[in-house]
């Protein structure tokens, strides 16, 4: 994996930064299409959301090849703009997708300053199996935190597997309340101290 180096998005160039939204919505389509199928339009709608002070960027030759988030206690990894939503998704649209992705992403979490809760991570689909995300991964397990938590579904058998050879141990399960319009049975969470 020579040439990818990972870094505090606040620390790199700006103009790479509305290539995070892009890898989001890339490795989020199938969530996000429920409310748009739309790709550039979410990329537009979320461009500008993402914290930098706690989102982590793996690059390689100006490109961003993937990304990861290392919340804690008030500080979450995206700050929704709902009139961004409105504008770019349509006004019904827009203003679901706040709603319901508000409720993932703004409430603040269950654990301590010390504890680091990974979220967001996905990768380019060209940058898949070379190590990009477990790269990553290995940059936030560097962070000052005394332990890190996340949360993988069920359907997503390759992270789980990345994490579970990453060391992190599964410590609760929660079952998904529709599963077929979610599209995962439940929510795993594993922490590693």
Known sequence: ???????????????????????FVEAYAQDLAALCADQDRWASALDGCFAPDVFYVAVEDGKILGIAAASHG?????????????????????????????????RTLPYPETTGYVECVATTPSARGRGVATALMRHIEGLPFEELVLEVTDANAGAHR??????????????ARFPRLAGYREAISMRKR
Request: charged residues 25%; glycine residues 8%.
């Open 1 to 23: 994996m020579t040439g990818v180096t990972v870094a505090r998005m606040s620390e790199v160039d700006e103009r790479l930064h509305g290539q995070v939204a892009r890898v």
């Open 74 to 106: 008030a500080r979450r990894a995206i700050r929704l703009d709902g009139a961004a939503l409105r504008r770019h998704l349509g006004v019904l649209r827009g203003a679901v997708a706040h709603l319901v992705l508000r409720r993932t992403f703004h």
């Open 162 to 175: 990345l994490y579970a050879h990453l060391g992190y141990q599964e410590f609760a399960r929660k079952r």
